[in-house]
């Protein structure tokens, strides 16, 4: 099965002359494969499931957030849960994988976040209940910011999203995809999940990597870019946006980091019968 274990983990690379890591805040476990992609028959994705080493009665997920050093200053890709841990106690590791690397939270010098879910942006805030990157400014979709903002209070998880962004109000930088948002840091929309769900192009050419976020929550949905997650918000967007995107890295040869992809979540995406693999590096 897939390399996903507890612990505090870093695996050091390069894009191009940036140093680069992926640092994980660790495992977390969904439903059966069927429940959670539950747009296709249950004997299907169960069986491309277990074409891909997945058991058919859990789904096992890594956390794999990015850091990449750019003009001097590290940047990180998401934040993972946070001190909450609400997918449970061998989560929230994303500090003690920083410290490994030498890397302290005063060190981060900007968060970048994907979007607004609880194992992307619960890490905002430290066990004080204050930022937990006090230096760090905070970059995130417009669109994703106003509909946190605005969604009823009795939407699921609405409120710590919302309590996450506070504790870096004062250092949020909301931006309009698609363009430069920081030197060498490409905004890529990737609308579907959420309203404002992005991707993101660090670096050029054939050197730059493209973060996914959640676009691809498993290496298994390259090959089947039309099955969708139950809680994505708009599922026909969600397999535009997948499709578009795959394209775009096979074409070009662009390396991809999966945040929920088995560790390291480092790889390229590459044309096969007449649909998308992911190859591991």
């Given at each position: 099965m897939s390399d996903i274990l507890p612990g505090p983990r870093v695996h050091p690379f390069s894009i191009g002359?940036?140093?680069?890591?992926v640092v994980s805040d660790g495992p977390l476990t969904l439903a059966a494969p069927a429940e959670e992609f539950d747009n296709a028959p249950a004997d299907a994705v169960t069986a491309l499931a277990g074409r891909h080493g997945l058991p058919p009665d859990r789904l096992p997920l890594a956390q794999n957030a990015l850091v990449v050093v750019l003009d001097g200053r590290p940047i990180l890709f998401d934040t993972g849960t946070g001190p909450e841990r609400p997918f449970g106690p061998d989560t929230g590791c994303l500090i003690e994988s920083l410290a490994l690397a030498g890397l302290r939270p005063e060190d981060i010098a900007a968060v970048v976040l994907t979007h607004i879910h609880s194992d992307h942006a619960w890490g905002l805030v430290g066990a004080d209940g204050g930022p937990a990157?006090?230096?760090a400014t905070v970059h995130v979709a417009a669109e994703e910011l106003a509909f946190v903002a605005s969604a009823p209070s009795t939407g699921?998880?609405?409120?710590v999203h919302r309590a996450?962004?506070?504790?870096?109000?004062?250092?949020?930088?909301p931006f309009d995809i698609g363009g430069e948002i920081l030197p060498g840091l490409t905004a890529l929309?990737?609308?579907g999940h959420t309203i404002g769900h992005t991707s993101y192009r660090v670096g050029e050419g054939r050197d730059a990597v493209v973060v996914f976020g959640d676009l691809l929550h498993h290496?298994?949905?390259?090959?089947?870019?039309d099955l969708t997650y139950r809680y994505d918000h708009d599922r026909d967007r969600t397999v535009v946006s997948r499709r578009?995107?795959?394209a775009r890295c096979a074409e070009a040869g662009t390396r991809v980091i999966g945040y929920h992809f088995p560790w390291p979540g480092l790889g390229s995406i590459v044309t096969a019968d007449e649909s998308y693999?992911?190859?591991?590096?």
């Open positions: 002359a940036a140093p680069a890591l990157f006090p230096n699921p998880y609405i409120g996450a962004i506070a504790a870096c109000s004062g250092r949020l930088r929309p990737t609308p290496p298994m949905l390259a090959e089947r870019p578009a995107l795959l693999a992911f190859v591991p590096d």
